[in-house]
């Protein structure tokens, strides 16, 4: 059964960076049929999905053309989990943000973490 | 304003039977899979349907799925009050090169 654990910081500061990280059990990062994506939501804009990370012989990455600039999303093989980088926040990043692994489409995710951009 | 477009609400009785729609176009429901989730408020969506019409294992037959040219349909019956939820689509848009989801639709089971 695979499990999804997020962490990271509630409260991120205008300007600062919003880092999240996503341990993967009973799955591995590494999987040749999987992608590991970080979707996120909030009222004003719904259910977003900001990218994913992916290994076929190499990794590769896909980000929503919303966040391109200021995004990464890397996997850590060592400890088989994936993180979200975000730069340079505004309030607009504030939002509940979710792990997810997708077998073509999400189908396991993470129980949330909600993230606020304040001062 | 989402790539996919659902109805803000439905609502039904009861033991009937509701369906909800999700309108897309040729580079994302014409052209891919369809997946339906369910979300209850403060807690992380949940895969109902996949594939345009199967079911994970647990999900019960209550729940249907079908997919027609750039639209898409999510059909509960016998409705319970259980049921009452926020209810997404969403399916890779090949033009944007990113995972879409509608903008949700609220069920209440009057």
């Known amino acids: 059964q695979v499990q999804l654990q997020q962490s990271g910081p509630g409260l991120v500061k205008p300007s600062q960076i919003l880092s999240l990280t996503c341990v993967i059990s009973?799955?591995?990062?590494?999987?040749?049929?999987?992608?590991w994506n970080w979707i996120r939501q909030s009222p004003s804009r719904g259910l977003e999905w900001l990218g994913r990370?992916?290994?076929?012989?190499?990794?590769?990455?896909d980000y929503a053309v919303s966040v391109k600039s200021r995004i990464a999303i890397n996997p850590d093989t060592s400890k088989n989990q994936f993180s979200l980088q975000l730069n340079s926040v505004t309030p607009e990043d504030t939002a509940v943000y979710y792990c997810a692994r997708s077998s073509g489409f999400p189908d396991v995710w993470g129980k949330g973490t909600t993230v606020t951009v304040s001062s | 304003q989402s790539v996919l477009t659902q109805p803000p609400s439905v609502s039904a009785a009861p033991g009937q039977k509701v369906t909800i729609s999700c309108s897309g176009s040729?580079?994302?429901?014409?052209?891919?899979?369809v997946s339906w989730y369910q979300q209850v408020p403060g807690t992380a969506p949940k895969l109902l349907i996949y594939e345009n019409n199967k079911r994970p294992s647990g999900i019960p037959d209550r729940f249907s799925g079908s997919r027609s040219g750039t639209s898409a349909t999510l059909g509960i019956t016998g409705l319970q009050t259980g049921d009452e939820a926020d209810y997404y689509c969403?399916?890779?848009?090949?033009?944007?090169?990113?995972?879409?989801f509608g903008g949700g639709t609220k069920l209440t089971v009057l």
């Open positions: 009973g799955d591995s990062v590494s999987s040749k049929s999987a992608s």
């Open positions: 040729s580079s994302n429901i014409g052209k891919n899979s």
């Open positions: 990370t992916y290994y076929r012989s190499k990794w590769y990455n």
């Open positions: 969403g399916t890779w848009d090949s033009s944007l090169s990113a995972w879409e």
